[in-house]
């Protein structure tokens, strides 16, 4: 079965920087498309961005598209996700999660998750 565990969240003030990373354990990522996603407190969970297996392939929903930056690293079972300029809107619990049928932003197209980490954006 595969695992999901993410890290890097934390508290970071307005304008500033943030690296998750989704490690994944039991199957190699390689033929998994990764999705990003979030969930701020009273709001549903939204997709982030989405990187195909190969990585040749990454999307953004426009609220980030030119801040944050989707990567992977198949021999580190490992997908990232660069976070910059962030806003205190971004203030929620990101998930990574997997599917093998491509990229998508809907949580319910996913069925492998992470169990979260939480990123503050305050000053």
């Known amino acids: 079965q595969l695992q999901l565990v993410e890290s890097g969240g934390g508290l970071v003030q307005p304008g500033g920087s943030l690296r998750l990373s989704c490690v994944g354990s039991g199957y190699s990522l390689d033929y998994y498309n990764i999705g990003w996603f979030r969930q701020a407190p009273g709001k549903e969970r939204e997709g982030v961005s989405c990187?195909?297996?190969?990585?040749?392939?990454?999307n953004y929903v426009d609220s980030v598209k030119g801040r944050f930056t989707i990567s992977r690293d198949n021999a580190k079972n490992t997908v990232y996700l660069r976070m910059n300029n962030l806003k205190p809107e971004a203030t929620a619990i990101y998930y990574c999660?997997?599917?093998?049928?491509?990229?998508?932003?809907?949580?319910?197209?996913?069925?492998?998750w992470g169990q979260g980490t939480q990123v503050t954006v305050s000053s």
């Open positions: 990187i195909s297996s190969s990585g040749g392939n990454t």
């Open positions: 999660a997997a599917r093998i049928l491509g990229c998508s932003y809907l949580p319910a197209d996913f069925r492998s």
